[in-house]
């Protein structure tokens, strides 16, 4: 796909649950790709950095340490990060700064619904998560469909929609 006429699809299914004294933003998505398909896109460093928010300096498909540096542009913040499960092709859990990520696939006729639960302190932070995982989840699905887009993350997420999504997915997420 050429990248300027990229343009963010429509708004996923989103919710907030409670976990203990802090939040889960759950995140849904159906890709019309086989579970084995997203987990290589969940967890290969060259699928990875096509598409998340970070790198990552080893596959996250086992267990335990790992660095996921965030990118934003030409930096990189470091962070340690656990790989906490990791049960292909189905389950996917590790820690990202203060923030748990818990990745969900379960297939379906038509491919794989990705639930992504996302624990933040913060409900304030939701709505700009989520559209974060909107833009992210779109470039991933590109890559999958052999049309892939680039990453598009940081700042640059701005000049693709990110403003918009955040105040929809803010209506969303409102009690």
Known sequence: MDRDSFRPGPLADVAWAPAGDRWDLVFVRDLPHAPEKVWAALTEPDRLAEW??????????T?????????????RWPDAATVRRAEPPTLLEYTWGDGLLRWELAATASGTRLTLRHRLDDRAMGAGMAAGWHLCLDVAGHLLDG???????????????????RAAYDERLTD
């Open 52 to 61: 998340a928010p970070f790198v990552t300096d080893r596959n996250l498909g």
């Open 63 to 75: 267990p335990g340490a790992v660095t996921l540096s965030t990118v934003d542009g030409d930096r």
């Open 147 to 165: 049309d892939p887009v680039g990453p598009i993350r940081g700042a640059e997420a701005k000049e693709f929609g990110w403003d918009e999504l």
